[in-house]
């Protein structure tokens, strides 16, 4: 498959950062059984990837700002385009040993994502999309589900966890959700979320308390998917509020309407 010139920047970034997030993965199978943990090891291995990543973009893409996980906002000379990047979504799966995590990069131009990737260097399923061209799994053509009734579908969702989220909202969300669907899946890697939700592998997604990164990336895959994308009320400030609604145009109503009654 022939890809733009961006998402060839893009991607090539990706997959050099991945090498070494592939080898750390490896490694951090061995640091499991140390009573200190891998997770001075996982930091390192997340910061390395973003250096990397930062390194790749400015260098094909020299005055284009940068919003990183790690290393925060780096401002360039370009004021209309910004790489929002996410060095290693799901660092917790990454931490235990569990292959269920990502590289994600976006571009922002002037406000706007107009292109994204979502990437898993464990399984090498590597998801892509450009604003008007369709959303791509390993170059195959892919579309959001077209289940139509939450009672057939199949989310995922966000959970809070110790010192993160709202822990009130998220028993009371998901207790409304538990009797309206077939069933709430939670992965652990936000990017992967919205690229499963693409694929239709999954009919719908929401979380709360998120940051640019983790779904910057998602966003576009999920629209060029043909899915529909808002925030928790159904409004388009998903990068502002941190939280997010995805699947289908019926689905992702259905879901904020759960939402909004519990």
């Known amino acids: 498959m022939h890809h733009s010139a961006l998402l060839n920047v893009m991607i090539a970034a990706a997959r050099k950062a991945a090498r070494s997030l592939k080898r750390d993965f490896g490694e951090v199978e061995n640091l499991q059984v140390s009573l ?5 090891f996982v930091s390192a291995a997340d910061r390395r990837a973003e250096e990397t990543i930062y390194a790749e973009l400015s260098k094909a893409r020299p005055g284009y700002g940068f919003l990183g996980e790690e290393g925060g906002v780096r401002a ?30 976006a571009l922002e131009r002037e406000g706007a994502i107009v292109a ?15 604003k008007g061209k369709g959303a791509f799994l390993n170059d ?11 009672r057939e579908a199949v989310l995922a969702c966000g959970l809070a966890h110790i010192g993160h989220g709202d822990h009130e909202v998220v028993k009371r969300e998901t207790g409304a959700m538990l009797g309206q669907v ?71 109503k259905d879901i904020v309407k759960v939402l909004k009654s519990a």
């Not at 200190?36 to 001075?40: C, D, V, Y």
Request: aromatic content about 8%; hydrophobic content about 45%.
């Open 36 to 40: 200190k943990g891998p997770a001075n």
């Open 76 to 105: 360039g000379d370009d004021k209309t385009h910004r790489w929002i990047v996410d060095p290693l979504d799901g660092t917790t799966n990454f931490l235990h040993g569990i292959p269920q995590f990502a590289i994600s990069i």
């Open 116 to 130: 994204g990737l979502v990437y898993n260097p464990a399984n090498e399923e590597l998801f892509i999309a450009e």
């Open 140 to 150: 195959r053509r892919i579309r959001v589900a077209g289940r139509k009734q939450l």
């Open 182 to 252: 077939a069933g709430l899946r939670r992965l652990g890697a936000s990017a992967l979320d919205l690229a499963w939700v693409a694929a239709g592998r999954f009919d719908g997604y929401w979380e709360r308390s998120l940051s640019p990164w983790d779904i910057a990336a998602g966003i576009i895959l999920v629209r060029e998917a043909g899915g529909f994308v808002s925030d928790c009320e159904g409004a388009d400030q998903m990068l502002d509020k941190g939280a997010i609604v995805a699947g289908n145009e019926t689905i992702s």
